[in-house]
């Protein structure tokens, strides 16, 4: 049993009410997003409401109320990531945004022709096609790290694959469509002795997981805010200082700079020199709310739920007849992929949703260990903190329903 | 009939379906029945962008007149595209054109012609009708 009130958080996440085609809504999209509870929402009309301003330049009082809510930010997200210096913690649009940062500074500078780039088959397209796009810029060659057939890295592939040569290794904390959760620190240990820096896409990661980035060593670790009920458009890089500060900027722009005149422009500090223009003050204020709301919970008690909800979909899901729970991973978060025999996954996702229940159905952006898998797609049920054994009933029902009408 | 009668003849038939359930498992059955597509028309030239399943259509002419065939991987998306079919087939390039496909919005489907990335119907229309505008094209 949990410690924790769910009914009572329910009532945090006014979506939880809503009515989809008649019926109660069961959210189980929560690796694609999650939703917002009250104080979040508030955070924001909040922010707009009463004090919105432009940062940083502005002397009158809101310039300084906003401008102090949005540097509160980063000290949140500093402690939540354990971060050594607050200056580490950049803010972006999103996980992809920070990928794109590293790729095109770091990458950019750093790597040249014939340095070797480690990813895995479990990769998001977003920790691909950044990479790619290097490689073809740069002429540096990609590698990926296998899967097994449960949908754990082979860990002894990769150690094969490092070597000098290997420059740079963008690895995923937990595959949003699996849900395997890789062991990184190991990743990172080895990735450095050979001298390689490491970014670690916590995309998935964030909401489930403790993160510890002095622990775990990561040079850069990247996600985004609405994965852990924060408002969209949101993200946060954070990087080793001696490295972001040997990075070239990414964008130009205002708040950026040091200094500009026709003839050259000097650049600003960390964070700010990769900040340019005016940020997404609005949300990076709530996202403070959203990290208050998962800490006042306690983010042990939060994984320790989840992880009941995973286990009671995992028996309940495998009882149905024809259905495949595909990803069988050591350890995962609560994120359950399956295929019904003869069905395809969009017909799963359709008939669902005319019962209120959301899924993600396809190839949630992994073509690639879909491919390796043999699927065109899987249906997957992803849960949160609000979700609920009755929910994970209907769901079961719901898919009997599907079979009945489908087969 | 013309297209607008066929539209009306299946706005009618869904008339009598007064729950999802009866009106999915109708779309189903429609599925199941639509003639698969021959193999040889299984080519990536014919598949339709920007579906969440594989969504096959075939076109040609005879006789001044365009027809079609499709096929789909999920059953759903398949029995949409069967009336789609039933609708459109065996009219000139100039009916296909002109016409206003309302009986999707009036059967209560509208939310499968919408943009989103995981549907393709309106990604089916729009080939439909650039197969019109190609024949018609061709004749000119």
């Known amino acids: 049993m949990s410690v924790l009130d769910i009914n009572k958080i329910?009532?945090?996440?006014?979506?939880?009410?809503?009515?989809?085609?008649?019926?109660?809504?069961?959210?189980?999209?929560?690796?694609?997003?999650?939703?917002?509870?009250?104080?979040?929402?508030?955070?924001?009309?909040?922010?707009?409401?009463?004090?919105?301003?432009?940062?940083?330049?502005?002397?009158?009082?809101?310039?300084?109320?906003?401008?102090?809510?949005?540097?509160?930010?980063?000290?949140?997200?500093?402690?939540?990531?354990?971060?050594?210096?607050?200056?580490?913690?950049?803010?972006?649009?999103?996980?992809?945004?920070?990928?794109?940062?590293?790729?095109?500074?770091?990458?950019?500078?750093?790597?040249?022709?014939?340095?070797?780039?480690?990813?895995?088959?479990?990769?998001?397209?977003?920790?691909?096609?950044?990479?790619?796009?290097?490689?073809?810029?740069?002429?540096?060659?990609?590698?990926?790290?296998?899967?097994?057939?449960?949908?754990?890295?082979?860990?002894?592939?990769?150690?094969k694959m490092l070597s000098e040569k290997t420059k740079f290794v963008s690895v995923v904390h937990v595959s949003n469509a699996l849900g395997t959760i890789n062991d990184v620190k190991f990743i990172i240990d080895k990735a450095h002795e050979v001298g390689a820096k490491v970014l670690i896409d916590g995309a998935q990661a964030s909401s489930h997981i403790t993160i510890d980035v002095q622990t775990l060593d990561a040079d850069f670790y990247a996600f985004s805010a609405h994965k852990l009920f924060g408002p969209t458009g949101m993200g946060v890089l954070y990087g080793k200082s001696d490295i972001l500060n040997a990075m070239p900027p990414y964008r130009g722009g205002g708040e950026m700079i040091k200094e500009v005149t026709f003839e050259k422009t000097t650049y600003n500090e960390l964070p700010y020199k990769f900040e340019a223009g005016t940020p997404n003050i609005a949300d990076v204020v709530a996202v403070k709310f959203a990290i208050d709301y998962i800490n006042d919970l306690g983010k042990e008690n939060i994984a320790a739920y989840e992880d009941e909800l995973l286990k009671y979909a995992t028996e309940q899901l495998s009882e149905i007849g024809g259905l495949r729970i595909v990803g069988k991973a050591k350890e995962k978060v609560s994120v359950v992929s399956f295929v019904l025999n003869g069905i395809h996954p969009q017909d799963v996702g359709v008939i669902l949703d005319q019962q209120g229940i959301a899924i993600r159905t396809g190839h949630h952006c992994t073509q690639p260990l879909m491919n390796r898998l043999g699927l065109p797609g899987t249906s997957r049920a992803s849960f949160a903190v609000y979700n609920t054994t009755d929910e994970i009933d209907k769901l079961v029902a719901g898919i009997h329903k599907v079979k009945k009408m489908v087969l | 009939m013309t297209i607008n009668e066929i539209q009306d003849e299946i706005i009618e038939e869904f008339e009598l379906f007064d729950d999802w359930e009866g009106k999915y498992e109708y779309i189903i059955d429609l599925g199941k029945k639509l003639p698969k597509l021959s193999d040889e028309f299984k080519i990536e030239d014919n598949?339709?962008?920007?579906?969440?399943?594989?969504?096959?259509?075939?076109?040609?002419?005879?006789?001044?007149?365009?027809?079609?065939?499709?096929?789909?991987?999920?059953?759903?998306?398949?029995?949409?595209?069967?009336?789609?079919?039933?609708?459109?087939?065996?009219?000139?390039?100039?009916?296909?054109?002109?016409?206003?496909?309302?009986?999707?919005?009036?059967?209560?489907?509208?939310?499968?012609?919408?943009?989103?990335?995981?549907?393709?119907?309106?990604?089916?229309?729009?080939?439909?009708?650039?197969?019109?505008?190609?024949?018609?094209?061709?004749?000119?």
């Open chain 1, 10 to 159: 329910r009532q945090d996440f006014p979506i939880l009410d809503e009515k989809v085609n008649g019926r109660d809504l069961v959210y189980f999209d929560n690796a694609a997003t999650t939703q917002k509870p009250f104080v979040v929402l508030e955070a924001l009309a909040n922010y707009y409401g009463h004090y919105n301003a432009n940062i940083h330049r502005g002397i009158h009082f809101l310039a300084e109320k906003a401008t102090s809510a949005f540097e509160d930010s980063r000290s949140a997200i500093q402690k939540f990531l354990n971060a050594a210096h607050k200056e580490e913690i950049i803010f972006t649009y999103g996980t992809t945004d920070g990928i794109n940062l590293v790729a095109q500074t770091y990458g950019r500078k750093f790597l040249k022709e014939g340095d070797e780039i480690i990813i895995s088959t479990l990769e998001h397209h977003s920790n691909i096609v950044p990479w790619q796009m290097l490689c073809e810029e740069k002429g540096c060659v990609l590698r990926v790290i296998p899967i097994d057939d449960k949908g754990d890295l082979i860990l002894e592939a990769y150690e």
């Open chain 2, 47 to 140: 598949i339709i962008k920007g579906c969440q399943s594989i969504v096959w259509l075939h076109a040609y002419k005879q006789d001044g007149k365009l027809y079609f065939e499709a096929d789909s991987e999920a059953i759903i998306v398949k029995g949409l595209v069967s009336m789609l079919v039933k609708v459109m087939t065996n009219h000139t390039p100039e009916e296909i054109l002109k016409s206003d496909l309302y009986f999707i919005d009036k059967v209560g489907l509208a939310s499968h012609l919408a943009q989103t990335r995981s549907n393709g119907l309106a990604s089916m229309v729009k080939q439909m009708r650039s197969y019109a505008v190609a024949y018609q094209a061709k004749e000119n």
